[in-house]
């Protein structure tokens, strides 16, 4: 079993920033691949960044290739997303998944993942 719980959701302002926290307990952090999804009010939960294991694989969502950062630190068993000129549509419960499992090729598909965390939600409005 893995548990995770995320922090540092919050209101901010467009073009502010905002850095995200998963905190990982249970199992050998550093051999799971961890992402970040979000799902904003009526609609589908998203892939928003993932990173693998080992040799620290990203992949990003188009929607925030270039304003969002995902990292880890294995020592700390934990995995940050880093966000950067936050816009009114990145609004939404941000949720940390984890899996031992999953390929780079299927790092985007939330079915994959074993493991959530309970979300912590963010909010970007003037």
């Known amino acids: 079993q893995v548990q995770l719980v995320e922090s540092g959701g919050g209101l901010v302002q467009p073009g502010g920033s905002l850095r995200l926290s998963c905190a990982a307990s249970?199992?050998?952090?550093?051999?799971?691949?961890m992402a970040w999804f979000r799902q904003a009010p009526g609609k589908e939960r998203e892939f928003v960044a993932a990173i693998r294991w080992g040799f620290g694989v990203t992949k990003y969502a188009d929607s925030v290739k270039g304003r969002f950062t995902i990292s880890r630190d294995n020592a700390k068993a934990t995995v940050y997303l880093q966000m950067n000129s936050l816009k009114p549509e990145d609004t939404a419960v941000y949720y940390c998944a984890a899996d031992s499992k999953v390929t780079i090729a299927t790092m985007p598909f939330s079915d994959d993942y074993d493991y959530w965390g309970q979300g912590t939600q963010v909010t970007v409005s003037s």
């Open positions: 249970g199992r050998t952090f550093s051999s799971y691949t």
